[in-house]
């Protein structure tokens, strides 16, 4: 049953009205005048219109204690979220080897949104933009060179950068073309993947970082001799496995300029070679890019006085521009007595009143979610990104700063953090082209893609909703439903299978705190398997939330060998070739792991094999007037089964189409 705040009392001032009307023979006999004309009929008109107002206040106490119970659970209204982009500078003149543009440069919308605000983003990152343009892209599968530029150029086109197959030793070759020699300094190239636009939303946070690499990729320039090797600084995309950049140490002056593969003109070329492949499929890209830089619609507030303390528990300051955004990464700084301390979103600084011959200063306060952990002697404070409230402690659970007499108006400070959010960031491409901060040598900015992941805060009713998906999981893994609903929500899973008390080496035998998860990657390949990379990942997206005595194994799906033999009749006007083609198109999708089954959403794992299905399989392809003397073999692992009978599957598995033997003829 849905959790919603109760109606106390569903009555509107008619029904009262009509409810009180009722009593007038048995409380006021002598009243006999019940009509509009009355002056007591209009009193009690007016008196059941101010029950009804009381009703409704009534009414608003369960959302009070709705709210009010979702804190006490550490449910709190999720505070805005700001956009993200991609922002590309163009530079004014080709003879110029980089310009540097600074972390927290401002770029602002063309247009300002609905309510006339102006949308301002900030990158978030400095930037070493080359005048060395990104001239020619080309790739070798292995066996032959093919031009992709005009792919790598255009919106609504991708491309393999290793091919279809991806074979080892297939490359992704970049041409630079410049005047001057070619640069030292760091190559920034903004990749992204194919599906990186539509990637859909996952509960599931997967550290990268500690999983295997789907491939082992070598960075090469050409010297006018040979390939030597480039020094790669940091590659966020994991060999290409996901959208991010790739930072590259530049070769300078010992590029030479070439015409290589099936490209003419000299270039400086770069070359990606695929070492050791262990991709699930090729990786697909939407394009390469370079001058490129992450840019959040947010501001960076430096320096704002908060007030001072005057030395009381429980002191509460406000930000003059909330909502606050949260740092992409945390960061760490050392406090004045040496302790490390964590910024998450606000640097706060609080200075006390000076010890006599010693002036601390301004000193770094940390924040935390509450003071449950604090001492008295703890510098911490809480913050609402929301309402930009900062909460400081009672003395006992939480330091309270000492008034400072030679500053007492201005002696907490927030020092720095970013303000921005909200549904209005998500611009279309094309749309951020006003460089607020200069540049020098920038001759414009733009944004090639829409800005994502703008939301605004989240509403009372939101926050019910997911309450009641919290309560009931609590971003655990218990039930079969929960191990089976965050393994699909991990990247590259399409389906999962949960088997309790299951153990992969003691078959047919329940083990008590045992959960087998048998996964199926989202893949091109026939039968999809998955690699050790997203085993690894559905594992550690598992081992986080599952109870400390469960027993966890991931798997891959156990494939069934499945082969129709069958002859069919073909309607006189259709083709022999092109019906027998349907039939068996329509047998290996009826067998497909991913999109096969009755409902289209794949195999379900383990179910039988109905013979009246696979038949009607056959019948419903297009052109198929009959099975010839109900000639119709079902052959699994090669072996034939029983004439018309159903064939059943073990626990947990799937099947894999052979290919199926159709023989096609017209009646005689």
Known sequence: MALEAPNLDDRTANDIFAEVKTLIPRYAPEWTNHNDSDPGITLLRMFAWMTDILLYRLNRVPDRNYIKFLQLLGIELEPGRPATTELTFTLSRPDIDFVIAPK???VAAAEPDAAGNTIVFETDEALIALGAKLA???????INYSIQTNANAASDQTFFPFGVYAREDSALLLGFDSPLPFTAEQVNLAVFLADSGAARPTRCPIDFGALPLPAIL???YWDGLQWESLIVDKDETQALANSGHIYLRGPGGKAAKSALGSVPTPLYWLRCRLQQSFYQQSPELLTVLTNTVRATQAETIRDEVLGGSNGRPNQSFFLSQPPVVALDSPETVTSADGSAITLRNLRLEISERPVIGQDLGFRVWEEVDDFTASGPDDTHFVLNRTTGEVKLGNGEQGRIPVANPTNPSASVIARRYRTGGGSGGDVGPNTLTNLQTFVDQVKSVTNL?????GSDEETLAEAQQRAIAMLKSRDRAVTVEDFEYFAVQTP???RALALPLVHPQFSGAPIPG?????????????PPLPNGRTLDAVCQCLTRRRLLTTELYVLPPTYRRVKVE???????QNDLAVVKQNVEHALTGYFDPLHGGDERTGWPFGQTIFYSKVYQTILSAEGVDRVNNNQLVIFLDGVAQPFCRDVPLNQG???ASETHRVSASYAR
């Open 449 to 453: 893609f829409p800005a994502v992941g």
């Open 492 to 494: 590259g899973v399409a």
């Open 566 to 572: 069958v002859e069919i009749i073909v309607r006189p």
């Open 136 to 142: 020619a892209v080309q790739v070798f599968d292995g």
């Open 514 to 526: 045992v959960v087998s998860v048998i996964i199926v990657p989202d893949s091109t390949a026939r």
């Open 218 to 220: 070598v960075w090469e």
């Open 104 to 106: 927290g440069t401002l």
């Open 653 to 655: 598995e799937l099947l």
